[in-house]
């Protein structure tokens, strides 16, 4: 699985617009870009996926550039409980691998 | 959609003591299911991941097992708990032919004494 580097943590303030980047050097041309999201004491909830280009969907878009080196989770105008660790995942999982998750970014989102 | 459901939901044990976790998963067949543990402000770490019954894969040599009786049902076990062992142990599922959309169950906080 590719390795990924994304920050450690991020503050943020209600209304804003945040963009959480991901490194993926090692990207293969199959593996997919995956993020999630993470609360305290909950297990991780699945926020967006991606191939190339970008993605949309209710809570999130994902931009991806051509190269695929890297990705951009981004939040449109973040709440309080938006305040969150997110994971930046690469890879395809076939069965016989499972998802390696980093440590993630913290996201603190202030009043 | 899968809801997976996990039990106890939290658990004080003391060193030396036995474990068992269980977690069965509902709407879905023939899932691969993953036990995960992570510790206080830490990243998620893979401990065991299955295909299918009686099929379990380890990764990370430990004092902890897993088990897979039913084609919905995943089972953490430990004959001797360790300190280390303390953490928030976490199940997921992966539908066949889904692409790294992994569901999570709400976890098991284990506190080992």
């Known amino acids: 699985l590719a390795k990924t580097t994304q920050p450690i943590s991020m503050d943020s303030y209600e209304g804003q617009e945040v963009n959480i980047t991901c490194s993926h050097n090692?990207?293969?041309?199959?593996?997919?870009i995956t993020w999630y999201q993470q609360f305290p004491s909950q297990g991780p909830r699945f926020i967006i996926q991606?191939?190339?280009t970008k993605v949309t969907n209710e809570v999130a878009s994902l931009f991806i550039p051509a190269d695929r080196k890297s990705s951009t989770l981004s939040l449109p105008r973040v709440s309080l409980s938006d305040t969150a660790v997110y994971y930046c995942?690469?890879?395809?999982?076939?069965?016989?691998?499972?998802?390696?998750f980093g440590s993630g970014t913290r996201l603190q989102v202030q009043p | 959609s899968q809801t997976i459901h996990q039990w106890p939901a939290t658990l004080v044990q003391p060193v030396g003591s036995p474990l068992s976790l269980e977690c069965t998963v509902e709407?879905?067949?023939?899932?691969?299911l993953y036990w995960y543990r992570q510790a206080a402000g830490r990243g998620l770490q893979l401990l065991f991941y299955?295909?299918?019954?009686?099929?379990i894969s380890s990764e990370v040599p430990q004092n902890l097992s897993a088990s897979r009786p039913q084609d919905r049902q995943f089972i953490l076990s430990s004959k001797k708990l360790l300190l280390s062992d303390s953490g928030f142990y976490l199940c997921?599922?992966?539908?066949?032919?889904?692409?790294?959309?992994?569901?999570f169950g709400p976890g098991t906080r284990l506190t080992v004494l």
């Open positions: 995942l690469v890879g395809r999982d076939t069965g016989r691998r499972a998802l390696t």
């Open positions: 090692n990207i293969a041309t199959n593996d997919y």
């Open positions: 991606g191939y190339k």
């Open positions: 709407g879905t067949s023939n899932p691969n």
């Open positions: 299955s295909v299918g019954i009686g099929q």
């Open positions: 997921a599922c992966l539908e066949q032919g889904s692409y790294n959309e992994q569901f």
